[in-house]
């Protein structure tokens, strides 16, 4: 019949088999909509139905700014009836519509079977795909990158009075090859003006700075691009250029910059921390590899994409600091492997993180527990040195130290027996990856698939998945905490944590969230639509992150967890709402999958 | 009893929500109630300002031995005598349209056809024809059709056919000549012309 017809043809109905579309039939509603009626109103009572447009065009509003146009064949309601909650948007009817209505306890039943609950989040991941700053920016894109974002030293400012003396000491501490210097227009000293006009010409170090300074500056705008400033220099031949912004110098661009941005490269930082002295050059580490991801970024690389590149480097530095204690503790006495977790173990730090591994070998004994306790603390020691901060839950080599059988009888026991301490360590210890030594960990892998067999396990490791939710409030606003937003706790964890489940579930041994949410939609355990939403969302959150985290250690500032919102564009604070309610939705079906709430 | 159920309906009060129409629709073998057969009867309510898809009905009728469809119907609706065989008595069907609409107000396209055709059908099968309200599709059309016109005359009939009223209302073509989604599509055009017409009372329905 004809409302059957058309709903076997539309998305998600077609997922549906021919029993589910009988029980569909038996509760459909029919109702019509003038143009002009608010079918749900933002705030007011949640949605009771289901619907579908047969007909006509609805649009969805909140304050009146219209977020989508939607048309015959399209469905709207659903956020605010699996959640209960008041719509989110107000649904008004722009043409005449016939709504196709299924009721809430029909819809409720039919969001068991996964396609027909994870294809509500598509259109968000279609939406988050047109969003321009998401395309993908080819690599090597920097004479044409814009100069803001650009990682440049800090510009120091000195008043005119004050002596070359005292402003090439500044410059000595900033590292800077210039200096602003103070007054209305302002001025510029720089290295070779400390030659030309004060060496050369005689004068003491004790000559006002404001004699020597070149006024007024000339100026770039602060969004041109670095080919702009480049020929700027070559025309005016000069080795600095003052980028202007509203009138004010924000910083300063050098011909040293460019020269930077080639030695930043990951190559580079390989080479570097192979020929490290240790322990002599870890206390910077965290500086170059800050800079290097930096560099990666404003060239264009997206934040998942450093991820690997990081992970390359760190491991580099795990091998050379266990090389260098093996230097003094001699050869290991058996096989071993030295493990990350977390980020790491999935590739996906950025910046340096807590310290989340452990150590393990092929078989125990007196001299060799010794042996590696004596390791694991020396490494642990210097990774501190280099700027890892231990991990606050204990996950480290110092406890996490152990025979592989032994911790093989450990991931079996969480596995056939959960119980609340286990699942945490499981979450922890299922993304490990080996990062040095000759032990073959292959038999741990192993155990994790076979966990794809255990349904009692499956579940309660689908709770304690879920344990971390989006901040949303009841009317889906972004909760602040603390003057802002846990993007790793409210966003990249529960991503990670959904992968990893529905990956593990899929028997699928990939680390990286990126490739688990590929695995989960090809094995089936999660739609393709929700993988692809997952993956956005993830992708989006991890360069809101960096692009947050950088903005701090460009301006000097300890790094902090929490990202406020009034720091984001408001375009980037939309997204970040609608892909904090596409997790909790994709969330919610997981949930409802694996009936958690019917577990002991 | 009855008439006291009439003038409680047709209060100016009554509110069509709290209304349940009956859409229905008749495939029949000819256009000529005396002679003619019903061979498929559906049904489907619309309740509480919506249609219930889940309590619709459709069935075939056995026709009495020797009765074919013309051709020229069998070529409107498709219905070969091997799928109405079997298919529940007229008696059975009459039944099952009286026990609906004693629920509620008939809602029909082109009512007086299908009205001639039921009342007929009563008539042989010896039960009462209980006479419920009726809307008219098609008179709610041409009403609108007026007031779309007015002051002047209609310059020119409308087509009134269900399509086409339908198309002209901008509701989806349906599959015509299926007694179900004839119902239907019945049932939706009634929610669209009421809603143009601003009809809020079961009075000004009928």
């Known amino acids: 019949m004809d409302p059957l017809d058309f709903l076997r043809a539309h998305a998600p109905f077609d997922r549906l088999d021919a029993a589910a579309l009988r029980r569909v039939a038996a509760t459909l509603e029919i109702a019509f909509a003038p143009a002009g009626a608010h079918v749900l109103q933002r705030g007011a009572a949640p949605a009771r139905f289901l619907y579908v447009i047969r007909k006509g065009v609805v649009r969805l509003e909140r304050d009146g700014e219209v977020v989508q146009v939607l048309e015959e064949g399209d469905t709207f309601g659903f956020p605010s009836l699996v959640g209960r909650t008041s719509p989110l948007v ?118 006002p700075v404001g004699e020597i300074a070149t006024r007024p500056v000339a ?36 011909d040293a910059d460019l020269l930077r941005l080639q ?94 591994h452990a150590l393990t070998f092929s078989a125990g004994g007196e001299g060799v527990d010794a042996y590696f306790a004596r390791l694991a603390r020396e490494v642990v020691a210097l990774l501190l040195e280099a700027g890892f901060p231990p991990c606050p839950g204990g996950y480290m080599a110092t406890s996490w130290r152990m025979p592989v059988d032994d911790l093989a009888a450990r991931f079996r026991a969480w596995i056939l027996k959960p119980d609340p301490q286990g699942l945490v360590d499981a979450l922890n210890l299922f993304d490990f990856r080996p990062v040095a030594g000759d032990l073959d960990v292959g038999p741990l892998d192993d155990i994790i698939a076979a966990a794809a067999r255990e349904p009692r396990f499956l579940a309660h490791f689908a709770r304690a998945s879920l344990g971390l939710e989006p901040p949303l409030g009841a009317f889906r606003h972004i909760k602040e905490d603390h003057g802002g937003v846990d993007l790793k706790r409210g966003g990249l964890v529960p991503v990670a944590g959904l992968a990893r489940l529905l990956a593990l579930e899929a028997g699928a041994r990939d680390r990286p969230t990126l490739a688990r949410l590929e695995a989960a939609a090809a094995a089936g355990t999660l739609s393709h639509e929700g993988a692809a939403t997952l993956a956005q969302a993830f992708r989006f959150l991890m360069r809101l992150r960096l692009t947050d985290q950088l903005r701090h250690l460009r301006a000097g500032r300890p790094l902090s967890t929490l990202t406020p919102l009034d720091a984001l564009t408001s375009l980037d604070r939309a997204y970040l709402k609608d892909v904090f309610v596409a997790i909790r939705e994709v969330q919610q079906a997981t949930a409802l999958r694996y009936a958690i709430d019917r577990l002991a | 009893m009855r008439l006291t159920a009439w003038r409680d309906w047709f209060g100016p009060s009554t509110s069509w929500e709290q209304a349940v129409f009956w859409a229905l629709d008749l495939e029949t073998t000819g256009l000529d109630p005396t002679r003619d057969h019903i061979i498929s009867a559906a049904m489907v309510p619309v309740r509480g300002g919506t249609i219930r898809v889940g309590e619709r009905w459709h069935t075939y009728v056995c026709p009495p031995k020797g009765v074919q469809s013309s051709l020229d119907a069998l070529r409107v609706h498709h219905i070969m005598p091997r799928e109405s065989a079997g298919a529940p008595s007229l008696a059975d069907v009459v039944h099952g349209v009286d026990r609906r609409l004693r629920e509620g107000v008939l809602l029909v396209h082109f009512a007086t ?94």
Do not use: K
Request: aromatic residues 6%; proline residues 7%; contains cysteine.
């Open chain 1, 263 to 356: 030695v930043q490269t990951p190559l580079y930082l390989l080479r570097t921390v192979e020929r490290l002295a240790v322990p002599g050059d870890l206390p910077t580490y965290g500086q170059d590899l800050a800079a290097m991801v930096g560099s990666l970024t404003w060239s264009g690389l997206d934040a998942w994409q450093v991820g690997p590149i990081v992970a390359r480097v760190n491991d580099a530095l795990v091998a050379r600091l266990i090389a260098f204690v093996q230097s003094t503790l001699g050869p290991a006495p058996v096989p071993f492997a030295w493990i990350v977790f977390g980020s790491e173990g999935r590739r996906e730090q950025t910046l340096l993180a807590d310290q989340d």
């Open chain 2, 113 to 206: 056809l299908d009205v001639a055709f039921l009342r007929e059908a009563c008539r042989r099968t010896g039960q009462r024809w209980i006479r419920p309200p009726v809307v008219d599709t098609a008179a709610l059309a041409w009403r609108l059709h007026q007031r779309a016109t007015w002051p002047r005359e209609p310059a020119a009939e409308p087509d009134l056919g269900l399509a086409d009223v339908r198309a002209a209302c901008g509701l989806p073509p349906h599959r015509a000549h299926d007694a179900l989604a004839d119902a239907v599509a019945t049932a939706e055009l009634f929610l669209v012309l009421r809603s143009r017409l601003d009809l809020r009372s079961l009075r000004q329905l009928v």
């Open chain 1, 219 to 254: 100026t770039v705008p602060s969004g041109s691009t670095l080919l702009e400033a480049l020929t700027f220099m070559l025309e005016r031949r000069v080795h600095h250029a003052a980028l202007e912004s509203a009138g004010r110098l924000v910083g300063l661009i050098t």
């Open chain 1, 90 to 207: 107000d649904a008004v009817v722009v043409e005449d519509a016939l709504l196709y209505q299924v009721p809430e306890a029909e819809f409720r039943a039919l969001v068991e079977s996964p396609g027909f609950a994870e294809f509500f989040v598509v259109s968000l991941s279609e939406r988050l795909h047109r969003h321009a700053s998401l395309q993908p920016v080819p690599f090597g894109r920097a004479l044409w990158g814009s100069l803001e974002g650009m990682p440049l030293a800090p510009v120091r400012w000195i008043a005119p009075g004050e002596t070359v003396q005292a402003a090439a000491r500044l410059m000595r501490e900033a590292g800077a090859s210039a200096i602003f210097v103070e007054g209305s227009p302002p001025g510029i000293v720089t290295d070779s003006d400390l030659r030309v006009r004060v060496l050369a010409e005689g004068r003491g170090p004790s000559t």
